[in-house]
């Protein structure tokens, strides 16, 4: 049932988002969901979250994740109170404080995938 709601889906997307911690645990979880996208034939890309800034771990899988030929989006969306503040208030984090730096991720993330979704 999970897989076939997974399927119906990636069918349905122009593009595949997967979010992970920059941790290898994280990247092989999202081979299941990066198999259904291949196999229906959907662009992927992964986009790091509650990531730190740097670490060797992230740099490590960065090298990994381009090795593979996956698409890694460049702004990456760090462990910041201001997310779970946001959801804790049912709001996005551009809405409960528009001028922060969480805030500035997103509107970063959200220019990045428009790239992606029309090239």
Do not use: H
């Not at 122009?14 to 979010?19: A, E, N, R």
């Not at 992927?44 to 990531?51: D, E, H, S």
């Amino acid at each position: 049932m999970i897989d076939s709601d997974a399927r119906r889906a990636i069918r349905g997307a122009d593009l595949v988002l997967v979010p992970l911690n920059p941790a290898p645990p994280d990247l092989w979880a999202a081979e299941g969901t990066l198999k259904l996208a291949a196999q229906e034939k959907r662009n992927t890309a992964l986009i790091f979250n509650r990531a730190p800034t740097a670490s060797r771990l992230r740099k490590k899988l960065e090298a990994e994740i381009a090795a593979r030929g996956l698409t890694l989006l460049s702004v990456a969306l760090a462990n910041r109170a201001g997310y779970a503040n946001a959801f804790a208030d049912g709001l996005g984090v551009t809405e409960a404080g528009p001028t922060t730096v969480a805030a500035e991720e997103v509107r970063e993330a959200a220019k990045a995938l428009k790239l992606l979704i029309n090239a």
